[in-house]
C-alpha cells in the first residue's frame, strides 16, 4: 500500500506564494515510486500535469504554464516532496494533487501509478 498526503493549500492574493508538501508513506520504495510529482483540477476542467521530480535521479519536468514560477523539489529521508509556487495567478486555483509513479516523462502525459484521494485547495483572488 501506498499513501499520499499532502498539505500546504490555502488562499492568496495575485502574485503570492505558496508552498505544497506531499508525503509517501507505506511501501515508498518500489518501482512505482521512483518519481513524485504534483496535478492540479479547476472546476469544470480536466485534471492537469503540473511538475514531477525523480525522486533519485533529481530529475524535473514542469507544464508549460508554471515554467519559471513553480519549483518541484524533494526531501528523501522524510519520503517528502514539495511543490514552491511563486508569482501565483488566479488560474493556477484548484485543487491540487500529489501523484507517483515511474518515470517523470510518464507523468508529464499524465501517467501514475499512485494518486491521493483528497488533495490540497489552492484559491489565488485577483
Not at 492574493?13 to 505544497?20: D, N, T, V
Not at 515508498?28 to 476542467?45: E, S, Y
Request: charged content about 15%; hydrophobic content about 35%; proline content about 2%.
Amino acid at each position: 500500500q501506498v499513501q499520499l498526503v499532502e498539505s500546504g493549500g490555502g488562499l492568496v492574493q495575485a502574485g503570492g506564494s505558496l508552498r505544497l508538501s506531499c508525503a509517501l508513506s507505506g511501501r515508498t520504495f518500489t518501482f512505482n515510486t521512483n518519481v513524485m510529482g504534483w496535478f492540479r483540477q479547476a472546476p469544470g476542467k480536466e485534471r492537469e500535469f503540473v511538475a514531477a521530480m525523480g525522486r533519485f535521479s533529481g530529475t524535473t519536468v514542469y507544464a508549460d504554464p508554471v515554467k519559471g514560477r513553480f519549483t518541484i523539489s524533494r526531501d528523501n529521508a522524510k519520503n517528502t516532496v514539495y511543490l514552491q509556487m511563486n508569482s501565483l495567478k488566479p488560474e493556477d486555483t484548484a485543487v491540487y494533487y500529489c501523484a507517483a509513479g515511474t518515470s517523470v516523462s510518464q507523468m508529464a502525459t499524465g501517467s501514475f501509478a499512485h494518486y491521493s484521494a483528497q488533495g490540497t485547495q489552492v484559491t489565488v483572488s485577483s
